[in-house]
């Protein structure tokens, strides 16, 4: 059974305070891993899709890189505005076209 | 734009009332997907449609149906809502291919009272 696990669940830091949001996941061969970011009272919003181990994606102060194991997104010098709920999910071959969630990793960025 | 449209916002039914959930997406999407959210618990995966009439079970498909008539709209049903199923639903569309991301609408919040 594909499992994710998000680390920490929750992370306060400061206006221009860089750190990294991780996610562990087992998978029967992985077919991509997602990171998504939601809002309060909004549904996900995709930011990376990444498929092999190596791998790496940036957009603006978020960078997304992917091993074996696990999966990190690094927030390089935090705004306000990036504060939300980062949600990591994974694709496995045997699990067709569903995606599996992690329990989202809440950032809070005090300016 | 990819746009999922999710019927209601909020809404609040009794015990024991049949509820429907509508979904609508404008991209010709083949996949569907009903997930519900609970904090502590993450997205959860109920039932998942890959073509029309055609619907698979997710994680957690007890006490809900769905049905998908047309390409674009796939329904959740609560045969007979319980408290239980007091959650935030969220409706996803994707491509047909492996690497294909969900786009996700903007979540029915729903409280069985």
């Known amino acids: 059974e594909d499992q994710v696990t998000q680390s920490p669940e929750a992370l306060r830091l400061q206006e221009g305070e860089s750190s990294s949001l991780n996610c562990s996941y087992t998978v029967s061969g992985l077919r991509g891993l997602f990171w998504y970011r939601q809002d309060p009272g909004k549904g996900p919003e995709f930011l990376f899709t990444l498929y092999s181990a190596g791998e790496e994606k940036e957009k603006e102060r978020l960078k997304a890189t992917l091993t074996k194991k696990e999966s990190f997104l690094h927030i390089t010098a935090p705004k306000p505005e990036d504060s939300a709920t980062y949600l990591c999910?994974?694709?496995?071959?045997?699990?067709?076209?569903?995606?599996?969630f992690g329990q989202g990793t809440r950032l809070t960025i005090n300016p | 734009d990819v746009k999922v449209t999710q019927s209601s916002r909020y809404l609040v039914k009794r015990t024991g009332e049949k509820v429907f959930l509508e979904c609508v997406q404008d991209m010709d999407h083949e996949n569907m997907f009903w997930y519900r959210q609970d904090p502590g618990l993450g997205l959860r995966l109920i039932y998942f449609?890959?073509?029309?009439?055609?619907?698979e079970k997710g994680d957690i498909p007890e006490g809900y149906s769905v049905s998908r008539e047309k390409k674009e709209r796939f329904s959740l049903i609560l045969e007979s809502a319980s408290t239980n199923q007091t959650s935030m639903y969220l409706c996803?569309?994707?491509?047909?291919?492996?690497?294909?991301?969900?786009?996700f609408g903007s979540g029915t919040q729903l409280s069985v009272l």
């Open positions: 999910a994974v694709r496995g071959i045997q699990g067709a076209q569903k995606l599996v």
């Open positions: 449609s890959y073509d029309v009439k055609m619907k």
């Open positions: 996803a569309s994707s491509l047909g291919g492996a690497r294909e991301k969900l786009f």
